[in-house]
T-cell receptor, first 117, second 112 residues
Framework: KAGVTQTPRYLIKTRGQQVTLSCSPISGHRSVSWYQQTPGQGLQFLFEYFSETQRNKGNFPGRFSGRQFSNSRSEMNVSTLELGDSALYLC????????????????FGAGSRLTVL | AQTVTQSQPEMSVQEAETVTLSCTYDTSESNYYLFWYKQPPSRQMILVIRQEAYKQQNATENRFSVNFQKAAKSFSLKISDSQLGDTAMYFCAFTYYEKLTFGTGTRLTIIP
């Protein structure tokens, strides 16, 4: 079956612009999480959605937002881009076996590499 | 807050040898999950192995096994008979609810 699909794979933006990244989870997976990966900060949790509701949020400014659609596809948006937003953005989906237990195994997409100039 | 520490930024080992990657974590929770993920040059994050904290038995997956010491909050990964395809960044991760906290990673290079 198809894996987690992220689009676009690469994109270049300039400071002040906004960007929208898309994530299509594995069929049947209702939880979608987003992570930011940078050389300096490593992998950091952005947010997690389940059944169109944001359940968890990391420590990122309000410029970072997301949403999930009824088909479980998710988008994240970053407004007013800053140079420090250059990163690999990873999306992961999971089949919720036991809600809130942490038992769910995340399957990651290949990521969207954002460069802000 | 949970923290995950990987004290070995880089390691290298000859092909077919055994290597152990270290990981320690800090949490006040008693029931949680620990993971090792690998990230090869393709940047695709791949699950290597998972350990439930309530299970005393160490998880194994083919050539990969863990040494889970709950009291010491230690979770090391052993790779036996290492192969060139094992070259990657390895991340230790902790999850309590639907949020993974990652360590800083260990860059492992398998030398032919």
């Amino acid at each position: 079956k198809a894996g987690v699909t992220q689009t676009p794979r690469y994109l270049i933006k300039t400071r002040g612009q906004q960007v929208t990244l898309s994530c299509s989870p594995i069929s049947g997976h209702r939880s979608v999480s987003w992570y930011q990966q940078t050389p300096g900060q490593g992998l950091q949790f952005l947010f997690e959605y389940f059944s169109e509701t944001q359940r968890n949020k990391g420590n990122f400014p309000g410029r970072f937002s997301g949403r999930q659609f009824s088909n479980s596809r998710s988008e994240m948006n970053v407004s007013t881009l800053e140079l420090g937003d250059s990163a690999l953005y990873l999306c992961a989906s999971s089949l919720v076996l036991a809600e809130g237990s942490g038992a769910n195994v995340l399957t990651f997409g290949a990521g969207s590499r954002l460069t802000v100039l | 807050a949970q923290t995950v520490t990987q004290s070995q930024p880089e390691m290298s080992v000859q092909e077919a040898e055994t290597v152990t990657l270290s990981c320690t974590y800090d949490t006040s929770e008693s029931n949680y999950y620990l993971f090792w993920y690998k990230q090869p040059p393709s940047r695709q994050m791949i699950l290597v192995i998972r350990q439930e904290a309530y299970k005393q038995q160490n998880a194994t997956e083919n050539r990969f096994s863990v040494n889970f010491q709950k009291a010491a909050k230690s979770f090391s990964l052993k790779i036996s008979d290492s192969q060139l395809g094992d070259t990657a960044m390895y991340f230790c991760a902790f999850t309590y609810y639907e949020k993974l906290t990652f360590g800083t990673g260990t860059r492992l290079t398998i030398i032919p």
